[in-house]
């Protein structure tokens, strides 16, 4: 696990500590259950658009192949397997994937689960049509040849989707102060706001890795309904990005 | 004999197969069990039973279909009287009119005998293949495995010996639901020492489309427009004076009956049996439980003072329906914890407050102190004459106030 590989071995040791919780929603990761409505928002609609499916079907996502790279316990791969998907949930903690294995199997959902990289997936010639990336980046050493390895386990016209969170004053004061010191909704040291990525930034990684970023949404906190939705003006914390592999 | 749904409901009176029928058209696999005969339901006799549907049930009716088979037997409500009445003395000359010309939407809501709104159910669910409709059928045990997510999450055992299996329970079995107790939901509720007596009269005069509510001190006199000359009756009284009433044979009924009635619709007769329900007000604690949802009466029981108690039911199937939905199209399981509580948190705000709110104004209107009687005079006229909150009250007649779902809309 420590050849090939951009993960820096202390976030992997944060998100051990982590894992058994994974689907408790009063639990340590309800932050990430609250916010799950409006990434999958995000991402069916994205995917629905670009291969041209209805939503509304019965497996709208039936004969994609799909892969959630930094899987946790399986929260956006059970999801994706319900709407038809073939799914492939990879992540670099080896805690994560039994968590999520044994949760798919009480689900009746066909996951394949797997202790691995994207780099490592990538050397291995896999390919995909979805790659999704959700609140990972930000935990890689170097994103750019994390990014790199994404564009490369995509199909010509696959579609990668990538959310992260901006770096700024106001995402510091909410992402670091507010979710982990105030509302102790993530433990202290979750994230480094150092390591955090400007949307501009981002596009710039993204085309450096071959992708063409086509879309950009903010993912905003609503304190009245205490819930998240997308909002195309503010991206100033979190935020989420589709891009196509032309090549 | 096994059958596995995505959706089982409990319950086939109007908000259960209301309910099916809109997860039905979203793609979901659904099983209603009633425990009423067919035979029952599809009586077409006129039983004296009729619903005020607001503007917003109308509109979820039609966005199921209904609307084409009912229209012809509704009766439109164009306006409304709101008088604080004795008996024997004619109202008092406070009076509050609302006009559905002041909102422009149409009329405040229509009237639809049972009959037909039963029928228009039958028909349509079916006519829809996702559903599966067991008929005399009652269940004497649930299993919920919470944790599972798979399509026999639920199992409901049933006294003729099936199983049906599910992944969602919801409960649309009425004020005594059954479906709450099994799941272990407590309830708050309360009686009002009242008796509601329900029934349909013909009478001479045209009504105009125009419904009535007469504030009688032993209770509220609903009188509601029906097609041709009749109308449906929703009278309330003190327990006692009501079992007096439904004794009396149909001659003594309508003598007892004239002097709250009065006689500005002329001479009237009974047209159809004579209901009398106990009042109470129910409210679930909690509006949904691991893998269940109450719905409707099922999770408030309300005081017909304002006809309400069906409206609020069709609103929460509505609200259910479109959080279902969403859920299904994000590829989440729909008897998550999260998705239901998103169910929850938009509709019980709303009916407790509605609950509470027909609480009340039963117990403001329903006496006889003379103070009171001068406070809700003044109310009433201050209401009346201020144009921005005679429009507030018809749109909440209308059921267009708040967050509408948007099979509402």
Same mark, same amino acid.
């Given at each position: 696990?420590?050849?090939?590989?951009?993960?820096?071995?202390?976030?992997?040791?944060?998100?051990?500590?982590?894992?058994?919780?994974?689907?408790?929603? !009063?639990?340590?990761?309800?932050?990430?259950?609250?916010?799950?409505?409006?990434?999958?928002?995000?991402?069916?609609?994205?995917?629905?658009?670009?291969?041209?499916?209805?939503?509304?079907? !019965?497996?709208?996502?039936?004969?994609?192949?799909?892969?959630?790279?930094?899987?946790?316990?399986?929260?956006?791969?059970?999801?994706?397997?319900?709407?038809?998907?073939?799914?492939?949930?990879?992540?670099?903690?080896?805690?994560?994937?039994?968590?999520?294995?044994?949760?798919?199997?009480?689900?009746?959902? !066909?996951?394949?689960?797997?202790?691995?990289?994207?780099?490592?997936?990538?050397?291995?010639?896999?390919?995909?049509?979805?790659?999704?990336?959700?609140?990972?980046?930000?935990?890689?050493?170097?994103?750019?040849?994390?990014?790199?390895?994404?564009?490369?386990?995509?199909?010509?016209?696959?579609?990668?989707?990538?959310?992260?969170?901006?770096?700024?004053?106001?995402?510091?004061?909410?992402?670091?102060?507010?979710?982990?010191?105030?509302?102790?909704?993530?433990?202290?040291?979750?994230?480094?706001?150092?390591?955090?990525?400007?949307?501009?930034?981002?596009?710039?990684?993204?085309?450096?890795?071959?992708?063409?970023?086509?879309?950009?949404?903010?993912?905003?906190?609503?304190?009245?309904?205490?819930?998240?939705?997308?909002?195309?003006?503010?991206?100033?914390?979190?935020?989420?990005?589709?891009?196509?592999?032309?090549? | 004999?096994?059958?596995?749904?995505?959706?089982?409901?409990?319950?086939?009176?109007?908000?259960?197969?209301?309910?099916?029928?809109?997860?039905?058209?979203?793609?979901?696999?659904?099983?209603?069990?009633?425990?009423?005969?067919?035979?029952?339901?599809?009586?077409?006799?006129?039983?004296?039973?009729?619903?005020?549907?607001?503007?917003?049930?109308?509109?979820?009716?039609?966005?199921?279909?209904?609307?084409?088979?009912?229209?012809?037997?509704?009766?439109?409500?164009?306006?409304?009287?709101?008088?604080?009445?004795?008996?024997?003395?004619?109202?008092?000359?406070?009076?509050?009119?609302?006009?559905?010309? @002041?909102?422009?939407?149409?009329?405040?809501?229509?009237?639809?005998?049972?009959?037909?709104?039963?029928?228009?159910?039958?028909?349509?669910?079916?006519? @829809?293949?996702?559903?599966?409709?067991?008929?005399?059928?009652?269940?004497?045990?649930?299993?919920?495995?919470?944790?599972?997510?798979?399509?026999?999450?639920?199992?409901?055992?049933?006294?003729?010996?099936?199983?049906?299996?599910?992944?969602?329970?919801?409960?649309?079995?009425?004020?005594?639901?059954?479906?709450?107790?099994?799941?272990?939901?407590?309830?708050?509720?309360?009686?009002?020492?009242?008796?509601?007596?329900?029934?349909?009269?013909?009478?001479?005069?045209?009504?105009?489309?125009?419904?009535?509510?007469?504030?009688?001190?032993?209770?509220?006199?609903?009188?509601?427009?029906?097609?041709?000359?009749?109308?449906?009756?929703?009278?309330?009284?003190?327990?006692?004076?009501?079992?007096?009433?439904?004794?009396?044979?149909?001659?003594?009924?309508?003598?007892?009956?004239?002097?709250?009635?009065?006689?500005?619709?002329?001479?009237?007769?009974?047209?159809?049996?004579?209901?009398?329900?106990?009042?109470?007000?129910?409210?679930?604690?909690?509006?949904?439980?691991?893998?269940?949802?109450?719905?409707?009466?099922?999770?408030?029981?309300?005081?017909?003072?304002?006809?309400?108690?069906?409206?609020?039911?069709?609103?929460?199937?509505?609200?259910?329906?479109?959080?279902?939905?969403?859920?299904?199209?994000?590829?989440?399981?729909?008897?998550?914890?999260?998705?239901?509580?998103?169910?929850?948190?938009?509709?019980?705000?709303?009916?407790?407050?509605?609950?509470?709110?027909?609480?009340?104004?039963?117990?403001?209107?329903?006496?006889?102190?003379?103070?009171?009687?001068?406070?809700?005079?003044?109310?009433?006229?201050?209401?009346?004459?201020?144009?921005?909150?005679?429009?507030?009250?018809?749109?909440?007649?209308?059921?267009?106030?708040?967050?509408?779902?948007?099979?509402?809309?």
């Amino acid at each position: 696990m420590t050849a090939n590989t951009t993960i820096d071995p202390a976030e992997i040791a944060k998100f051990e500590a982590m894992a058994a919780e994974w689907w408790d929603l !009063e639990g340590k990761f309800k932050p990430l259950h609250m916010l799950n409505p409006c990434r999958l928002d995000y991402i069916t609609g994205q995917i629905a658009g670009e291969f041209g499916r209805d939503l509304s079907a !019965e497996k709208p996502f039936d004969g994609l192949r799909l892969l959630d790279i930094g899987c946790g316990g399986g929260l956006l791969c059970e999801p994706m397997a319900r709407l038809g998907a073939t799914v492939v949930g990879a992540d670099a903690a080896p805690r994560n994937i039994p968590v999520a294995q044994l949760h798919a199997e009480q689900s009746g959902l !066909e996951i394949d689960y797997r202790v691995t990289t994207a780099e490592d997936m990538a050397a291995k010639g896999e390919k995909f049509d979805v790659v999704l990336n959700m609140e990972v980046v930000e935990h890689v050493s170097d994103p750019l040849a994390y990014l790199t390895a994404c564009h490369d386990l995509l199909n010509t016209g696959g579609l990668h989707i990538c959310s992260t969170i901006n770096r700024n004053p106001k995402s510091y004061v909410m992402a670091i102060f507010g979710a982990e010191v105030v509302m102790r909704w993530l433990p202290k040291g979750t994230h480094d706001w150092a390591k955090f990525i400007t949307p501009d930034e981002l596009y710039d990684l993204l085309r450096r890795a071959g992708l063409d970023p086509v879309d950009r949404k903010g993912m905003q906190f609503n304190p009245l309904g205490w819930n998240w939705r997308l909002s195309s003006r503010d991206l100033s914390v979190n935020y989420v990005t589709a891009s196509i592999r032309r090549d | 004999m096994v059958q596995e749904h995505d959706i089982t409901i409990v319950g086939g009176g109007l908000n259960g197969p209301a309910l099916a029928l809109a997860a039905a058209k979203a793609g979901f696999r659904v099983a209603v069990i009633d425990a009423e005969p067919l035979e029952t339901r599809a009586d077409p006799g006129f039983d004296g039973r009729a619903y005020a549907l607001a503007l917003a049930s109308c509109r979820l009716l039609d966005a199921l279909g209904l609307w084409p088979a009912l229209a012809e037997h509704a009766q439109p409500m164009l306006e409304i009287k709101v008088t604080d009445g004795r008996a024997g003395e004619g109202p008092s000359p406070w009076m509050l009119h609302f006009d559905h010309a @002041e909102v422009g939407e149409g009329p405040m809501g229509h009237m639809v005998e049972d009959r037909y709104l039963r029928h228009a159910f039958l028909d349509a669910m079916a006519a @829809e293949e996702r559903i599966t409709h067991l008929s005399g059928e009652t269940v004497v045990a649930q299993d919920v495995t919470a944790q599972d997510a798979g399509p026999r999450a639920i199992t409901l055992h049933l006294a003729s010996g099936k199983e049906v299996h599910g992944r969602l329970l919801v409960g649309c079995d009425g004020r005594g639901s059954g479906t709450a107790r099994r799941a272990g939901i407590s309830r708050t509720a309360w009686g009002y020492g009242q008796t509601a007596i329900v029934c349909a009269v013909e009478h001479e005069l045209p009504h105009h489309g125009i419904a009535h509510q007469f504030f009688m001190p032993h209770g509220p006199l609903a009188i509601l427009p029906l097609t041709g000359n009749r109308c449906s009756i929703v009278w309330s009284e003190h327990d006692a004076d009501a079992a007096r009433i439904i004794a009396l044979d149909d001659a003594g009924f309508l003598d007892a009956l004239r002097p709250a009635f009065g006689s500005f619709l002329g001479e009237i007769a009974l047209a159809g049996a004579r209901f009398s329900y106990p009042l109470g007000l129910t409210l679930a604690n909690s509006f949904v439980a691991p893998r269940v949802a109450l719905v409707g009466d099922a999770a408030h029981g309300m005081h017909p003072i304002a006809g309400q108690g069906l409206n609020a039911g069709l609103r929460d199937v509505a609200a259910l329906a479109q959080v279902l939905t969403e859920a299904r199209q994000r590829g989440e399981d729909i008897g998550n914890a999260a998705v239901l509580g998103r169910y929850q948190q938009w509709r019980r705000f709303d009916t407790a407050t509605l609950a509470l709110a027909t609480d009340t104004f039963n117990r403001l209107f329903s006496n006889d102190n003379p103070a009171l009687r001068k406070l809700r005079d003044i109310g009433m006229g201050a209401i009346g004459a201020v144009p921005a909150l005679r429009r507030g009250f018809v749109r909440e007649a209308a059921g267009l106030t708040g967050d509408l779902p948007a099979l509402m809309r």
